[in-house]
């Protein structure tokens, strides 16, 4: 017997709407409850060969009165049944389970009445049936019903093909199946594999989740070609979203690595070349096979600095490029290093010239070389070819670092004073650049100086300042002086008429005052109303107190040691690249809070530069000699001090004045790069002498304007035709401008819509050409249609680039192009 429990809402449901209610119950399950029922305002009266006086009651005696018409066992046919135009009109009710759960759930399809019984253990439990119901349409038919009943037993709404898979390859990749064993359960999992077979085309024998995936890259690896034209579009635009979705990407790339050992791909690309493996991003050994090959080739030096720079680029939209960012950087840098330096002489016609040139072109040699060291240390993978780090390094040294020390050592022996006709002395930078501006008491400025940064250093941070919106960095270059270490340099930065070694050498006076340590440059910067201060401090400072310390100077010198702090320390020295790269960041982070302090004039500068290579050092790289003479006050490994010191070919002798020094100091330098050998000290890195990496110290004027300066790329959609016309649609697009500080890159997403639907692949595009020919800033996006398209045919669609919303997961559109879909059943899905 049924619960009258369960009947009883639908039948007070019914009567919210109208006053007669007939019941057929065929088998009489609920006769004996008949006489229980108690609705408000509601008559039950059960047939019993009674229509007529039934009809007659209802309609003429009480026309206004509720009734419930309960009729048990079978129903007479056509005009036999007098209640027939009532029950036409009114409707019949039934209280069988999947009429009840039809009801509930609000379905009018045909078929649903078999899913109700086919899967009736999934609703048993009230919560589901409640969820699911929250998802349905009244129109869906079965199938859409049992997808929903997946999404429900899955944790979610989405229920189409390729959101279903999505979850149940998530669970695969974390090595679980408790959702996808859910659905056999509750009997979904052949409908699952059905719609997977009729809608991707993967059948099996025993199909699993395991296999699917294995299928779906043997798929991909074959490009998804298909003996039925068209046969394998659905998977084809599903696993690009699926692989692509930060929802899944991350998982895609463990079932990849898993496959690719599965299906032994390393031993298929084992021979291929990098044109055979352009975009391709299936399988992370794809990216191995780029980067060793690549390597290699750079090594051997049979590709060139353009086309590796071309296939750089082209891997950057690469699933797996985050894990080979470091290796790219390292290989383009290695590739322009040895190029240049392969074809490189280093001829300096005079002393200024040797200067400019180190301006203009050879520090990039410097920067590169760093570059390559910084990003080759910081990667895990030990694929690159092994050889390239020592044909780095041997060019390097060997070919710049020796030759060119040796070309800029004639200069330096011809000069009688430390002197440039062009080139500002260091000495002069406070009376040169800061004097002029705050000389009126209407202007301030801000220097900060970072110890050892060296000119290539600088440049970058240039550029990186540059690329801040409403920031400007212009770099220029002042003779450092010698020797180039620390206590001198930073002497020579501030308010001074004379500079001096003491008589051992250090402090070094200004104007007869110790200049070591802020306190004392306190008091010379007092002068000037001035105010010293450590890097550190200012970073700790909150946004109101800096403000107001710096409302209260008109000169302010902020002092940071990063480079330095790690390069002159033996232990540390092999980490001076790294120092450098957190120096960029910091001093990015200094400037920025010192423009929020009010601080529009701000110079960036340093002490000296530095010698830097990775390599340990050649007995080549050592002078044979030791420094002579009465008095050797200070020895360093690239400078001597002293009294009555000893004239030797290994050393450049510079007289206190020749070197404007008001002590009686005599300064030796070893020439070119070569180094003292020194117990205890480090030798990869120093500073001190006369190179031009020593001495070429640069200043970096930066001010912060009042409107915005920087913005995106533009990028043009460029139609070549208003039809699409069969499966696949290519849209030449175009980048209208190179990219550089102030014009940044720009990464779109291409689809085809009908509408807000989707009939497409989507494809991200990344738009970050640098190159002045307009030809290498053409692009072209693949668009792939969908099967369900079709419905679409003679009709508009849209190509829409989309550009994501900062900060949050949404796009929007950026431009668009109109088309009219027109393909020929003979054209479906052709390529």
Not at 821 to 827: A, E, G, M, N, P
């Amino acid at each position: 017997m049924s619960s009258l429990t369960s009947v009883l809402p639908h039948l007070e449901e019914l009567f919210v709407h109208q006053r007669l209610v007939f019941w057929h119950d065929l088998d009489g399950d609920y006769a004996d409850e008949l006489s229980g029922i108690d609705l408000p305002d509601v008559t039950a009266v059960a047939v019993s060969k009674d229509e007529y006086a039934l009809k007659y009651r209802m309609l003429q005696e009480e026309p206004e009165a509720k009734f419930l018409v309960y009729r048990q066992g079978a129903v007479p046919a056509g005009v036999g049944n007098w209640l027939l135009d009532l029950e036409l009109a009114y409707g019949v009710f039934t209280a069988e389970h999947t009429a009840l759960l039809r009801h509930d759930l609000g379905l009018t399809s045909d078929g649903v009445d078999a899913v109700f019984i086919a899967h009736e253990t999934f609703f048993r439990a009230a919560k589901r049936t409640e969820a699911l119901k929250a998802l349905l349409n009244a129109d869906d038919s079965a199938d859409l019903v049992q997808a929903k009943m997946c999404a429900v037993l899955l944790g979610q709404s989405e229920h189409s093909l390729l959101e279903l898979t999505r979850t149940l390859l998530v669970e695969n990749a974390h090595g679980s199946r408790q959702k996808y064993d859910s659905l056999n359960e509750y009997g979904l999992l052949n409908f699952h594999w059905g719609g997977v077979a009729k809608i991707y085309g993967y059948k099996a024998d025993q199909s699993s989740v395991d296999d699917f995936v294995l299928w779906m890259f043997r798929q991909a690896i074959n490009g998804f070609k298909s003996d039925q034209p068209g046969a394998l579009r659905n998977i084809q635009l599903d696993f690009a979203s699926l692989r692509n979705d930060r929802r899944s990407a991350k998982e895609l790339m463990t079932l990849a690595s898993r496959a690719a050992k599965d299906l032994d791909y390393a031993s298929q690309i084992e021979d291929a070349d990098i044109a055979s493996l352009a975009g391709n991003d299936l399988f992370e050994k794809v990216e191995q096979k780029i980067v060793s090959t690549l390597a290699r080739q750079v090594t051997e030096r049979t590709i060139s600095v353009r086309e590796v720079a071309e296939i750089i680029r082209g891997r950057q939209l690469s699933i797996w490029v985050d894990g080979y960012r470091d290796l790219y950087t390292a290989i383009g840098a290695a590739s322009e290093l040895l190029s240049t330096l392969a074809s490189a002489a280093f001829e300096i016609s005079s002393f200024d010239g040797g200067l400019q040139r180190y301006q203009r072109e050879w520090f990039r040699i410097d920067q590169l070389y760093r570059h390559f060291q910084l990003a080759a240390r910081t990667t895990d993978y030990a694929g690159m070819d092994e050889k390239l780090p020592d044909e780095v390094e041997n060019y390097y040294v060997n070919k710049f670092l020796f030759p060119l020390g040796a070309a800029w050592q004639h200069q330096v022996d011809a000069v009688g004073v430390w002197r440039s006709n062009m080139v500002q002395p260091q000495s002069s930078f406070y009376q040169d650049r800061v004097e002029p501006l705050v000389r009126k008491g209407t202007k301030k400025a801000v220097v900060i100086i970072s110890d050892a940064l060296r000119y290539e250093v600088a440049q970058e941070l240039g550029t990186r300042i540059r690329q801040e919106d409403r920031f400007d960095a212009t770099l220029d270059a002042m003779l450092g002086v010698l020797p180039s270490y620390t206590q001198l340099g930073m002497a020579s930065l501030l308010p001074h008429k004379t500079l001096a070694h003491s008589n051992g050498g250090d402090p070094v006076l200004v104007d007869g005052q110790r200049s070591d340590g802020t306190a004392n440059r306190n008091k010379i910067l007092a002068r000037v109303d001035g105010y010293a201060i450590q890097a550190e401090e200012v970073l700790a400072m909150g946004s109101r107190e800096l403000k107001q310390l710096y409302t209260e100077h008109h000169v302010f010198y902020v002092y940071h040691n990063g480079i330095d702090a790690a390069g002159d320390k033996a232990a540390t020295e092999r980490s001076v690249f790294e120092a450098a790269e957190v120096t960029l960041g910091t001093l990015v982070k200094l400037v920025k809070k010192l423009a929020s302090a009010n601080a529009t004039n701000i110079f960036v500068t340093a002490d000296h530069g530095f010698l830097y290579q990775d390599s340990p050092l050649a007995d080549a790289g050592y002078l044979s000699t030791k420094p002579q003479g009465d008095d050797l006050t200070v020895i360093n490994r690239r400078y001597v001090l002293g009294r009555g010191l000893k004239d030797d070919p290994a050393f450049k002798m510079f007289e206190p004045e020749q070197v404007e020094l008001a002590s009686d100091l005599q300064v030796q330098i070893p020439k070119s790069i070569h180094r003292l050998r020194l117990a205890g000290a480090g030798s990869r890195y120093v500073h001190g002498g006369a190179a031009l990496q020593e001495i070429v110290v640069p200043v970096l004027a930066i001010n912060k304007k009042r409107k915005s300066d920087t913005r995106q790329v533009n990028v043009d959609v460029q139609p070549e035709t208003d039809k699409i016309t069969t499966g696949q649609l290519v849209v030449r697009l175009y980048q209208n401008e190179p990219v550089n500080e102030k014009v940044q890159p720009r990464v779109l997403r291409a689809g085809l819509y009908v509408g807000e639907t989707l009939i497409s692949n989507q494809t991200e595009l990344s738009f970050d050409q640098t190159s002045d020919d307009k030809r290498d800033r053409y692009q072209n996006a693949p668009m792939l249609l969908s099967q369900d398209a079709d419905k679409f045919n003679n009709r508009a669609v849209e190509f829409r680039l989309e550009e994501q919303i900062p900060n949050t997961t949404q796009w929007r559109t950026y431009a668009r192009a109109q088309y009219t879909l027109r393909r020929s059943f003979t054209t479906d899905f052709d390529l």
